[in-house]
């Protein structure tokens, strides 16, 4: 298991095994979001067996699988959402973690400076430096509106 601090609240994984549940609750998690597309891993892996995992060790769970394609705004606000009213530290996981990242910084974009949306990703272990355009034109967007 490698489990990663964005912020204080908010870490990201790549994917998570049904065994894991016990540890992420004994680390504070309070809730687990599946990022991860069923599609993409087999059924002992797939979001059933990790709720059900989840659910058994005292966690929350929730279920927005994210692609290039559904990488929406509508889906980044949810992610935000689901994260913000969660009432304790969240783990999302996707295959490496850096779709979780991702959204997380769509979702800062506007809300922090580039730069510490990157320095924090980057902390994280994921540099997503080729993000810094979009992460700008959303800032922009948002706060043009």
């Not at 489990?3 to 998690?29: H, K, S």
Request: include cysteine; aromatic fraction near 6%.
């Amino acid at each position: 298991m490698d489990i990663r601090q964005i912020t204080p609240n908010y870490f990201v994984a790549p994917q998570l095994d049904p065994a894991d549940m016990a540890d992420i609750a004994a680390a504070g998690i309070t809730t687990i979001i599946s990022n991860r597309p069923d599609e993409e891993v087999p059924p002992p892996f797939q979001a059933d067996a990790i709720e059900v995992a989840a659910r058994a060790a005292g966690l929350g769970f929730v279920r927005l699988p994210l692609t290039h394609q559904t990488m929406t705004p509508p889906n980044v606000a949810a992610q935000m959402e689901h994260a913000a009213t969660a009432g304790g530290p969240v783990l999302a996981y996707c295959a490496s973690g850096t779709r979780s990242t991702v959204v997380w910084c769509f979702g800062q974009a506007g809300e922090m400076a580039t730069d510490d949306i990157l320095n924090a990703a980057r902390a994280g272990g994921y540099d997503l430096e080729n993000l810094r355009p979009t992460l700008e034109a959303i800032a922009q967007a948002k706060n043009s509106a």
